[in-house]
């Protein structure tokens, strides 16, 4: 197996400014943890930019499933002479996806692209699609009441903005005052308060209040209808997400960006290889309640230079344990060994101790 991708942390200062704008998602993001908000902004010379996102296989689905959604609905708005062809359409947005990617050095494009799941795309896309066609008629025939809506609202990715604050959303379909967002994952509470938002964004856009807010489960074809709120309600929405963006801009200006670790939150934080506080949360060495953890040497590691690499023994909240790493990072490192952060190690208990090997998905940062 090759040796995982291993990057050297270069210095870098945090200074984030204010963004242009606040989407929900990034409200929430930087509610959760302000420092995880400021490092996915600040440039790193180990990546020559920004830390890149290290996307698995369902994220990319993901992905691909809302381009295909929105090629389809821009061909149903101008349709060609050709009929839509999902599974080709697919294969070009794998294709494009792919090559797009292929400078990210935390993943391997073409075989993430390679392990995509066409066929469940397509299936989710399939039920989907329905919904987008069946909008697409009632804004046609206009059996739906309404016809002064905003037409600039209408259609899939559309911009929701608040003339009145940086606020704004983009939900993914927008039909005659329907509002209509698709979810390739689990349902979450928190998507109902993200239509809902985007409801208020629509008022404050359009002058009125949407008719339907749904959410579409494209695995498992399930329709979720949110209650509109009431014209003052989502008066209110607006006005506390204003007050909460607000809030926010102070923390940036003020440099205010604390980082909160939380095990669950932390472990798909795709910048925790910089995050000092979670290192140091790491107190007895290694982070992770299942057989794949962080591991960092503790002060007591000792680390034996071999033909093939490096090996690190250490203790482990009491427990022995042994990491091979292979020639390529043991030159990165030298001699430090204190200076190792490895993500995504499986950790073997076996009667000498614990035994650290890398994974797929492993990553070394030398600080
Ligand atoms: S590792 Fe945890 S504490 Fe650090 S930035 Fe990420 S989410 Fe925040």
């Not at 066409?118 to 909008?135: N, P, T, W």
């Not at 909160?260 to 910048?271: D, I, L, S």
């Not at 090996?311 to 430090?336: C, F």
Request: charged share 25%.
């Amino acid at each position: 197996m090759p040796g995982p991708p291993t990057f050297v942390i270069g210095e870098f200062a945090i200074r984030p400014e204010a963004p242009a704008s606040w989407s929900f998602s990034a409200l929430r993001g930087f509610e959760e943890c302000p420092m995880r908000w400021a490092l996915s902004r600040t440039a790193n010379p180990c990546f020559g930019g920004l830390v890149p996102q290290k996307p698995n296989r369902g994220g990319v689905e993901g992905t691909l499933l809302h381009e295909l959604i929105e090629r389809y609905e821009r061909y149903t708005r101008n349709p060609g002479a050709e009929s839509f062809r999902p599974r080709r359409t697919l294969l070009e947005l794998v294709a494009a996806w792919a090559k797009s990617n292929e400078a990210n050095p935390r993943i391997d494009s073409k075989a993430l692209a390679g392990q995509v799941r066409l066929e469940e795309i397509l299936r989710a896309f399939g039920e989907a699609s329905s919904h987008v066609k069946g909008a697409e008629r009632q804004s046609n025939t206009g059996t739906r009441s309404g016809g002064n809506r905003s037409a600039v609202l209408n259609g899939s990715e559309s911009w929701l903005r608040d003339p009145k604050s940086k606020l704004c959303g983009r939900a993914d379909f927008i039909s005659m005052g329907e509002i209509v967002d698709f979810k390739s994952g689990e349902q979450n509470d928190y998507h109902a308060d993200q239509i809902v938002f985007y409801g208020a964004l629509y008022l404050a856009a359009a002058g009125e209040a949407p008719t339907v807010l749904r959410l579409i489960y494209t695995g498992t074809n399930e329709a979720r209808e949110v209650p509109v709120p009431t014209l003052n309600e989502l008066e209110s929405v607006l006005e506390e997400m204003r007050r909460r963006a607000a809030v926010a801009d102070q923390q940036v200006t003020d440099g205010e960006l604390p980082a909160r670790p939380e095990q669950t939150k932390c472990a798909y934080c795709h910048v925790r290889g910089f995050c000092e506080k979670y290192w140091e949360s790491l107190s007895s060495g290694s982070h992770g309640d299942g057989p794949v953890v962080d591991y960092a040497p503790t002060t007591a590691a000792v680390m034996d230079s071999a033909a093939l690499g490096i090996y690190v023994r250490d203790n482990v909240a009491g427990v022995a344990s042994l990491l091979h790493l292979p020639q390529e990072i043991a030159e990165k490192v030298g001699g430090g060994v204190g200076r190792i952060r490895c993500l995504a190690l499986r950790a073997t208990t076996g009667p000498t101790g614990v035994r650290f090997t890398l994974t797929h998905g492993s990553e070394v940062y030398v600080c």
